[in-house]
Each structure stands twice: as C-alpha cells, then as structure tokens.
C-alpha cells in the first residue's frame, strides 16, 4: 500500500505554483507557523520556524538558545572535581553519559587507570540510563501521536530505574556518581538483585510496549514512510546514534571504539532498513533488550577490588576512611576545597550515548582548573538533520518526526 506521502507527492505533479494573482492561474500561498518555543511536541524549549503550503512543510527553521545556560564556560571557572554535577545538566535525561565523558576526558590527560570493579559499575548505570531514557523518548513520543496511555507504561519501568539510581548514590537524577577515577562509592548491599529483578522484568515489559505500538495501524500509519532521510546525508551532518543505525549504519562507539570493558559483553547492534522514523522507533525499541543483556552480563562478571583509583591526591577517598585516618582527612580537604592539577594537554573522550556520539574536549594548563571544555552534544548535530526529514512532508508528519528525533534542549543549548 502507497504510503500517505507518496500518494500525495503523486498527485502533487499535477500542481502548478503560480504567483500569478487570483484569475489569472492558480494561487497557492505560504504562510508561516511558529511551533513553540513553548509547545509539547518540541520535547523541550525548541521553537520551529515552519514555513507551509497548506498542510505541506515547505521549509523549516529550528531556532535554539532559549536555555542556554553557559555550562562550558562555567566549568572553566570551577576545579575538575566540581565541574561533574555542572556537565550532569546538559543532557538531562543522560546525566551519567555526560559525567562519563568528562571524567574519560580527565583521565586521559591524568593517565588515570580506572579499577575494573569501577569500570563495570559505570557500564551498568550507563546501560540503565540508556535505558531510562529511551522510556523516557518512547513515552512522550507515543502521547504526540495520540497513545497516550503508552506514556504511563513507560514511565514506570524508568521510576524504577530511578529507585535504582537513587539506591546506589542517593539521589534519582544528576547523580555525581561517576568521579574521576571510579565511582564515588560502592554499591549498597541487595542492590544486584534489585537490579537482576528489573533485567528478569524488562524484555517482558518491552514485549508490551511492541504488542501496543508495533501492531498499532494508526503508529503504523504515522511512521512508516514518513521523515525519510539516507545515510550519506546523515554523515555528511555528523549525524550519529539511533537516526544512522535507522538507515543500516551499525556505528556504535561500544563497538567501534570500546571504553570501560565494552569489548568484553556481547551484544547486538540493531539497524534499520529504511531509515524512516518507524526505524527510528524499532531500532530504540531493540536498544532496551540488547542494553538488558549488556546489565545482566555486567552484574554476572562484576569483579572485586576497589571502586575509585586509589590515588589519593586525585580520587576521593572511601567514606569509612574519613573517620579513621588523618591522612584520608587531609586528602579529602584538599581535594574539595582546592581540587587537584591536571598536567598540560588536550583530550577528547568520545562515548555512545542515548543519542548519539556524546564528546568532551578538555584542554588543561597545569592548573586546577581546565582551560577549556566542550562538550559534542549528540542532540545538536542531530538536530540539523531535522530540516530534510520534514521538507514537503505533511505538518502532522512534523510533529511524528521531531518525537523520533529525540532531541533534549539542555544538551543543544548548554
């Protein structure tokens, strides 16, 4: 069956655009619509510049910057130590892929050896904050084209990832659970097998969620065929994450460039075919069961030892410590209140967020204080493959397309 693009591409052939006034040919005027800045379908403080024909996007402008909040330059002003809580709020929904990326950053220009305990405990909450995320996307996606009782479904597997989170550092969201060289504490006890219950419950929770949507005619409807984009586009945009694995691009930095002990779990890589935006569905969708495995294997290999580094003028020391040993004491005062120093160079730490290829670039000058940080949000870079999705598609298709986006406006604008 011809999809609802194709058939009006078809019969649009047969239109002439005229400027020409009324009587004398046929007249189709373009007007503009402001979508946002405030708007639930924009998944944030997005405004869309829509320029239309009818029901028809001729043109579109995403016009950013509403909350910009200067969190590069702040971290610039701030000691290595503190700036992970300032880099947790740009992707708000992905907080612990963006203290993993500064924290690598930092470790590198350190030579820092991260513990293997510590390395499996970061790839663990990595993999339920994928997962906690792409709830989060599947959940609001599905209220914007009209499932709206998908949004509860989904929002309470990723409470649970939540509870989780909070279990392990104390706090639901922006964590400040990674630190540079570990993690800042061990697991509590009976933590593991809360989180093997959530691994046992989520493939069937996923399953739901695909017995809702995947048979749906009307999501069918509104995805297939519609917000079509190919590959070579999207590189040529620096375009990364779930929208390339949608046309057939399995890059996925877990694979192509493993950090943390990636390399040692086994897991699939799920592309699409078409790279329309019910790909974009399908591969996230996929993306919780392969993540699940990821948790499982994880908890299965987690090795003894140490959390954090044990270099004490750069990592914190365990809590426990603080009460028994002066030298712990001191370790700690200093590495509050002054920080430590990072020898000079530059650093850029690349991993596989929910998104897309998240980035940080550290450059340091000796001091406690980097001299410089960027962040390579994958959101903005995506963003810009947003235009040729949505160009002479219908405006209800817009909409469709900007929730298969997943944008997050923190991360734009930082």
């Not at 924009?42 to 509403?66: F, N, Q, W």
């Not at 130590?81 to 612990?96: F, L, Q």
């Not at 479904?153 to 990674?178: N, P």
């Not at 790279?275 to 699940?292: F, I, Q, W």
Request: proline share 6%; charged share 25%; hydrophobic share 40%.
């Amino acid at each position: 069956m011809a999809s609802l693009t194709e058939d009006y591409r078809r019969r649009e052939e047969s239109v002439t655009l005229s400027s020409e006034p009324a009587g004398m040919g046929e007249t189709h005027e373009l007007f503009t619509l402001n979508i946002g800045p405030h708007h639930p379908s924009t998944h944030g403080v997005l405004r869309l510049l829509a320029t239309l024909e009818g029901e028809i996007v001729r043109d579109i402008k995403p016009i950013i910057g509403y909350v910009h909040t200067g969190i590069e330059k702040t971290a610039e002003d701030k000691s290595y130590w503190k700036v992970i809580p300032v880099v947790e709020r740009m992707d708000y929904v992905s907080y612990y892929f963006n203290a993993m990326a500064f924290c690598g950053a930092v470790e590198t220009l350190l030579g820092l050896e991260v513990p293997p305990r510590a390395q499996y405990l970061r790839v663990i909450h990595l993999e339920l904050n994928r997962i906690a995320s792409h709830l989060v996307w599947l959940g609001t996606s599905a209220l914007d084209i009209g499932a709206i009782s998908m949004f509860w479904y989904a929002f309470r597997e990723r409470e649970k990832c939540l509870d989780l989170f909070e279990m392990s550092s104390g706090q639901r969201m922006h964590t400040r659970y990674f630190q540079v060289g570990g993690v800042i504490e061990d697991i509590p006890r009976g933590w593991v097998e809360k989180v093997r219950r959530f691994c046992k419950e989520m493939p069937g929770r996923a399953d739901q969620y695909a017995d809702m949507l995947s048979k749906n005619q009307i999501v069918l409807e509104r995805l297939r065929q519609t917000g079509i984009v190919d590959e070579q586009t999207l590189l040529k945009l620096g375009v990364t994450g779930p929208l390339l694995r949608a046309t057939g691009n399995p890059w996925d930095l877990r694979k192509a460039a493993p950090y943390s002990g990636y390399e040692q779990f086994d897991f699939k890589i799920p592309v699409g075919t078409v790279g329309d935006n019910y790909d974009r569905y399908r591969v996230r969708h996929a993306e919780l069961y392969e993540s699940t495995k990821i948790i499982e294997q994880a908890l299965d290999g987690l090795p003894e030892g140490p959390f954090i580094s044990p270099d004490r003028k750069v990592a914190l020391p365990p809590r426990h410590e603080l009460a028994t040993s002066m030298e712990a004491l001191i370790h700690h005062f200093k590495l509050v209140t002054e920080g430590f120093r990072v020898p000079p160079g530059e650093a850029y730490y690349p991993i596989e967020s929910a998104r897309g290829e998240l980035g940080c670039f550290v450059r340091a000058d000796g001091s406690a204080k980097p001299a410089r940080v960027h962040m390579r949000d994958p959101s903005f870079s995506n963003l810009q493959a947003f235009a040729p999705m949505v160009r002479d598609e219908y405006i209800a298709d817009l909409i469709a397309t900007i929730a298969m986006l997943d944008p997050i406006l923190g991360g734009i604008d930082r």
